[in-house]
């Protein structure tokens, strides 16, 4: 965008003036759904401080997204000054370390890099404080790198709050709206997306989205992920259980409703198995069960926007769902559950050769989770965990104790 916009403070009588204007840079950390995840909450911001986004999308970016903005680009151009991070002054060191008088305010750096990624040390940002956010206006140019869906911490801002609540009357639904203005697929995506649909999905009665991500491949045993994911699709009759009396089908049960099973994973088994089990036994039901995984990649892959092309392929069929189980603490499978607007079903996210019950849960909302909320008041009072829950509509993740998220209705 490169429109030059009007802001409040330049209302001066009766004239108002052109400025310059202001701009956050979204800058990226983790996997695709940690970059979806954080630029939807970036644009938000962007929007309730009245900046223009751009976006550090480096080669492995490319071809994923259309341009959200018409007649624009969000890109930043590769002749700008701010694609690095060296010799910038930080948030940390000018804003949080002093206590900023309104005269130190004044001369506030118009360069500031924002850390908001999450670090072991997990230190406190204090993002979420007003005065904080007082001190950031005066700055034209704020870089945010970050991996967290940070949209619970602009709700816990008075000043933005009255917008948010306006904007949003469905509290659960940010990331819906936000994610599908901002995120149309390429069109080399999108035929991706829509010839699998075509082809696998569109015909059947129901569709069912299992997104199986393995944390720890080395120490989780396929046969206990396979057991977990049938565990919650059979308890809880997302998916039928095979007629283990009668092999052949019952030539009675005049149910053929199909069901296409969508399943995405870095691994092709879980499809593979799932797919042998319906082929070799009818179903109780009747149902007829149709399984089908786009890609399987083996392993994150680095700087390649191939396999970012694939992994938005997956998230984004799983978004064309009737019923999704994710995986616990997946910000892949957030960004699904998300774009869809529907709540999922979190698959206990294993990590060793273990069994759990309940294999899943239902969650409390389609929102993402902010893994790694604020803990403290803004007046630096001690740590509470579960800070963030005494805002109205958030709530403790399901998935994630530590995390929390927004929640409509409740
Ligand atoms: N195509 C595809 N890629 C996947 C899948 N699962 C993981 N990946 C790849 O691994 C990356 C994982 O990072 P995220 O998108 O943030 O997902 P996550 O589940 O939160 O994983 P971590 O951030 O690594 O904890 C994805 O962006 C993909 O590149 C999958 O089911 N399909
Ligand atoms: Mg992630």
């Known amino acids: 965008m490169t429109k030059v916009m009007m802001s409040n403070s330049s209302k001066t009588g009766n004239h108002v003036s052109a400025t310059m204007c202001k701009y956050v840079i979204w800058s990226p950390a983790n996997g ?26 480096e080669p492995d970016m490319h071809g ?9 680009t969000w890109v930043l151009p590769m002749d700008s000054p701010f694609w690095k991070n060296e010799n910038l002054e930080t948030y940390e060191s000018v804003v949080l370390a002093r206590n900023l008088t309104l ?30 956010q007082e001190a950031l206006n005066k700055v034209d140019v704020l870089i945010i790198q970050s991996d967290q869906y940070f949209v619970p911490s602009l709700f816990m801002i008075q000043s933005f709050s009255l917008d948010l609540n306006k904007m949003f009357p469905e509290k659960d639904a ?4 936000v994610g599908r203005y901002l995120f149309h697929p390429s069109n080399e995506a999108w035929g991706q997306i829509t010839r699998f649909y075509d082809a696998y999905l569109a015909k059947a009665n129901e569709r069912i989205g299992l997104q199986v991500r393995v944390f720890n491949p080395a120490s989780t045993p396929q046969q206990a992920v396979m057991n977990l994911l049938l565990s919650c699709a059979i ?23 199909l069901k296409a099973v969508l399943v995405t994973s870095l691994y092709p088994e879980y499809a593979e198995n799932l797919r042998t089990m319906y082929l070799r036994g009818a179903t109780i039901t009747g149902e007829v069960i149709g399984v089908y995984q786009p890609s399987h990649e ?17 998230m984004y069929l799983l978004s064309l769902c009737d019923v999704l189980v994710t995986t616990s603490v997946s910000t892949f499978g957030y960004v699904a559950h998300g774009f869809r607007g529907l709540k999922p079903w979190l698959l206990y996210r294993l990590t060793s050769d273990e069994t759990h019950s309940p294999a899943c849960v239902r969650d409390l909302s389609p929102e993402p989770c902010y893994h790694f909320a604020p803990q403290h008041q803004c007046n630096g009072l001690k740590p509470e965990q ?18 929390v998220k927004l929640v409509d209705g409740v």
């Open 32 to 57: 695709l759904g940690n970059r979806m995840i954080s630029i939807a909450s970036t644009f938000l911001y962007a929007v309730l401080t009245e900046r223009v986004l751009l976006v550090r999308f």
């Open 64 to 72: 994923l997204f259309c341009e959200p903005f018409q007649e624009s």
């Open 103 to 132: 005269d130190d305010q004044l001369s506030l750096p118009s360069v500031l890099f924002i850390d908001l990624q999450y670090r072991p040390e997990d230190p406190e940002r204090f993002f979420h404080c007003g005065h904080n």
């Open 174 to 177: 940010v990331f819906h709206h």
């Open 235 to 257: 308890e809880n009759k997302i998916l039928p259980e095979i007629d283990t009396r009668n092999p052949v089908s019952n030539a009675k049960n005049t149910n053929h409703t």
């Open 298 to 314: 083996q392993e994150q892959k680095f700087n390649d926007n191939v396999h970012n092309i694939k992994a938005l392929v997956d």
């Open 386 to 403: 579960h800070f963030g829950t005494s805002f109205p509509h958030i709530f403790e993740c399901k998935d994630f104790n530590r995390g």
